[in-house]
């Protein structure tokens, strides 16, 4: 397998159903959870690929799904107002 030139990227995140983010296209979700208040994304990427946006849904637990199992980024606990699940669209 080819090595790629790997950085590790953090993104924040909103708690919403819909969002964009832009990202190289050569990632990898490593984890999603709370820092200082905020949700944040950890992907290790390949920096010198090019980038493109990438859509993002956000379930509260107990609401309906609309994404599938192999789409699933994380799970994070915010504020202990709710449990979010998020999924690439």
């Known amino acids: 397998m080819a ?3 790997a950085t590790i990227w953090k993104y924040p ?11 190289p296209a050569v990632s990898k979700v490593l984890r999603i ?3 200082r ?3 944040c994304m950890w992907v290790m ?3 010198t690929t090019p980038k493109r946006k990438r859509e993002i849904l956000c379930f509260e637990t107990g609401h ?3 994404a599938t199992w ?3 980024i994380g799970t994070v606990l915010v ?5 979010y699940h998020y999924f690439f669209a």
């Open 79 to 83: 504020h202990d107002d709710g449990v």
């Open 37 to 39: 208040g905020h949700v």
């Open 3 to 5: 090595k790629i030139h």
């Open 70 to 72: 192999d789409r699933f």
């Open 13 to 23: 995140l909103k708690v919403k159903v819909f969002q964009i983010i832009e990202m």
């Open 45 to 47: 990427v390949d920096p």
């Open 33 to 35: 959870e709370m820092q």
């Open 64 to 66: 309906e799904v609309l």
